[in-house]
């Protein structure tokens, strides 16, 4: 153990290589900096780039790069050398503030959701001194956000790193209201990641999993996940091999790789982390997907990260685990002993339940890919709908609330297994619910909507974004007058008496308010303790007005379940079948209002998003099914061209040896060409319906007409294949089938 603490995050430019290598002022202004918002001073960055160089040197660097998240979902990079001509024409190594603080990419390379034109190309990569450099492959990696040459955002850093600010300031707000000491609130996060292994020289000989991720067809094998054996089960000494070397790997980087499995699915796995400040656990799932891709290389093996690389088996996902915390200490999501009476905890459990109820439609969005549609609305994965499990108890004590009655959360019991040797241990108040999109799990939320090949970072933007909206509503509220909230308490006392309707209309309320309102020097004389205990009662009625009003997005029960689909458009609740249709509410008013309000991205940003998500979307239908045509013209008809001439040549034989082929083997002529015929068939409606799309559409209109009419060609001609190859002898099949990929 002590060679793995000491070797931790040995590749990591973090706070203890700062606190030894920087003056200690300059590491304070990046400590204030990180921990409390401040604005950087950039004359102190030649100081921080001088240690950072001659650190990385030392470690054996010989490169530097600005590390980026452009809206491809994946990392970018462009490595420049230390190594420069002096003045005097001889070779020295140089780093400088300039080089730390700004790189430039050709932005037009890259995604841009025509924020830019082709011709306009110049974009800024900045650093991000709230994460931490590292060295890989022998480079310096400098975390940075990627704008335009306008300044709007291109990346998924910039509206993740806006949106933590958005949340803290309105979360202090709230827990300054409530009287709770704290300096900075943050998102903390903690991805598990699903992938497949499979052998590396197999999945070289399948064209549609090298050009896309999966496979395009394959017929179910004999034998899949049907008996549980591989969840949980033994970890096969080259996958063991593999897992070992990832974990090391991350370890030096600084990730807390914490829990490896085997998952459902043969030849899937998943790997947790430990929880993290939102933007470097978003970082770090980057690095986790990338070294699982390089790791497996080394091992001859290609990790899969597509969210349904075999159909028929479960797919991949990567449940983003979400709390909220102060730097106090503080697990603002941590229930408590008595969960009743713990305002801050009902606050911020209300605050997520109406950011998720109100923006269910753009959490719908953060998951939707064509990758994801296959999977969602699975048994391996939520539905569609997004709610939240919150578990009876919980649910409880929230009913009581409104009610107006107090619900006590039952104390812990011993879980009776009825063996005497085995310890006792208390059982939790509430189970998990592994079908729900967003389950309370006792100190934290667990969004399992998410794809396995996705960055989480949009998902937490619009999590941070739309929570800090609800908070900003509470701060709003309780930051009110407390001498206006004692003239409330007077008026409803005045009501109960008959003085005052309790219906009474607003402007009849708001005229009373205002000819009972208490002295300017009054309300000067309020201590902190009202203020306090004011915001306190008024929090405590918002709990209750929150829960009233958004409880429809509560359900405890069984997600799969065909009733929920009708209780849930009985409540009013959205339900999307794909991505195409989420994306449709990208640009409603209030997504509009709600990133703008809290400065996170502006209309022509968030259009930019949505055009470069379709387009994504209408890129990998094509891609799929252009490669689908080519394997089954090059592969898949010749082969069930040759079993039909088999079984002709076979008749044929016969009949000259004077034999006559029996009726079963004329049954299977007859079956093998009408499966012949249904491929040609297949293929011709595929290649017909691609060309008839519209091919100068716009990227709404062209997905819509994709998810309406090519998918369904593409799953026919799927269809009529892997009816084939489970009948076409192996000696013929030109391609690996399920058994070769997932039971190598």
């Not at 203890?16 to 300059?26: G, N, T, Y």
């Not at 040197?57 to 462009?78: R, S």
């Not at 549609?373 to 609330?401: C, F, K, N, W, Y």
């Not at 008024?538 to 997600?559: E, I, P």
Request: some cysteine; charged content about 20%; aromatic content about 6%.
């Amino acid at each position: 153990m002590n060679r793995i603490v000491s070797g931790f995050a040995i590749d990591v430019f973090n706070e203890q290589v700062m606190r030894e290598r920087l003056p200690a002022d300059i590491f304070d202004a990046i400590m204030q900096t990180r921990h409390r918002g401040a604005v950087l001073d950039g004359a102190i960055a030649q100081c921080v780039a001088d240690a950072m160089k001659e650190w990385a040197i030392e470690k054996g660097a010989t490169h530097y790069t600005h590390w980026f998240q452009p809206m491809t979902g994946v990392t970018a990079e462009k490595h420049d050398s230390f190594l420069t001509a002096g003045p005097d024409g001889q070779p020295i190594t140089a780093f400088s503030r300039k080089n730390l603080i700004k790189g430039e990419s050709d932005a037009s390379s890259f995604p841009s959701g025509s924020l830019r034109a082709t011709f306009e190309a110049r974009g800024y990569t900045t650093w991000d001194p709230t994460s931490d450099a590292f060295i890989k492959d022998g480079s310096l990696y400098i975390p940075s956000a990627f704008c335009a040459f306008s300044a709007e955002a291109l990346d998924e850093k910039t509206p993740l790193l806006r949106s933590t600010r958005a949340l803290n300031e309105q979360a202090l707000r709230v827990l300054s209201a409530l009287g709770v000491s704290a300096g900075q609130v943050y998102a903390n996060v903690g991805p598990e990641q699903e992938y497949f292994l499979v052998d590396k020289e197999i999945f070289e000989k399948r064209p549609d999993l090298v050009l896309t991720g999966r496979t395009l067809f394959g017929a179910r094998p004999p034998k899949g996940q049907e008996l549980a054996d591989h969840y949980y089960g033994h970890i096969k000494p080259r996958v063991w091999a593999f897992m070992k070397d990832l974990d090391e790997a991350l370890w030096r980087l600084g990730v807390y790789a914490s829990t490896k499995h085997n998952e459902a699915a043969p030849g899937q796995h998943e790997l947790a982390v430990l929880y993290e400040e939102c933007n470097l656990a978003v970082d770090h799932n980057q690095l986790v997907m990338e070294l699982l891709k390089a790791t497996a290389q080394k091992h001859g093996m290609v990790c899969l990260l597509h969210e349904k690389p075999f159909a028929r088996v479960n797919g991949s996902g990567k449940h983003n685990n979400y709390s909220l915390a102060t730097d106090t200490g503080l697990n603002l999501l941590r229930p408590g002993d008595k969960p009743q009476e713990n305002l801050t905890f009902l606050v911020f459990l209300c605050a997520v339940i109406q950011a998720v109820d109100r923006f269910s439609d753009l959490l719908r969005i953060t998951v939707s890919s064509a990758g994801n549609d296959r999977r969602l609305g699975g048994h391996e994965a939520p539905p569609s709908v997004v709610s939240i499990h919150l578990g009876e108890h919980l649910t409880g004590i929230l009913q009581g609330i409104v009610c107006g009655q107090t619900v006590e959360a039952p104390a812990s019991k011993p879980l009776e297994t009825r063996v005497d040797i085995l310890p006792q241990y208390a059982a939790d108040n509430t189970d998990r619910n592994r079908t729900s999109p967003m389950a309370f799990t006792g100190n934290k939320f667990e969004f399992r909507m998410p794809g396995a090949s996705t960055s989480v970072s949009f998902t937490n933007t619009v999590l941070n974004a739309a929570i800090a909206d609800s908070l900003f509503e509470l701060a709003e509220l309780l930051e009110g007058d407390p001498a206006a909230e004692r003239t409330q308490g007077d008026l409803s006392a005045s009501a109960e008496a008959g003085t005052l309707p309790l219906n009474a209309a607003p402007d009849e309320t708001d005229a009373a308010h205002q000819s009972n309102a208490a002295p300017e020097e009054s309300r000067s004389n309020v201590t902190s303790e009202d203020a306090c205990a004011t915001a306190g009662s008024r929090a405590w009625r918002w709990v209750a007005d929150t829960v009233r009003a958004h409880d429809r997005v509560l359900f405890n029960g069984n997600n799969y379940a065909s009733q929920w689909r009708q209780t849930a458009d009985e409540r009013g609740l959205s339900r999307v079948i794909n991505t195409p249709q989420a994306l449709l509410a990208f640009l409603d008013q209030k997504n509009i209002d709600l990133f703008e309000r809290h400065d996170i991205l502006t209309r022509a940003e968030l259009a930019a998003r949505q055009e470069v998500l379709l387009e994504e979307y209408n890129k990998t239908a094509n891609m799929e099914v252009l490669t689908l045509l080519d394997l089954a013209q090059t592969g898949i008809l010749p082969a069930a061209q040759a079993h039909v001439k088999t079984l002709c040549d076979n008749a044929v034989a016969k009949a000259a040896a004077g034999l006559m082929p029996s009726t079963l083997e004329q049954e299977a002529l007859a079956a093998a060409d009408l499966r012949l015929q249904t491929l040609l068939s297949a293929m011709r409606e595929l290649q017909s319906t691609l060309e008839t799309l519209p091919k100068k559409s716009q990227p709404g209109p062209l997905a819509t007409a994709t998810a309406a009419t090519l998918l369904p060609a593409m799953h026919a001609l799927r269809n009529a294949i892997d009816a084939l190859e489970q009948h076409v002898p192996r000696a013929l099949w030109a391609f690996p089938t399920y058994v070769d990929l997932l039971f190598d």
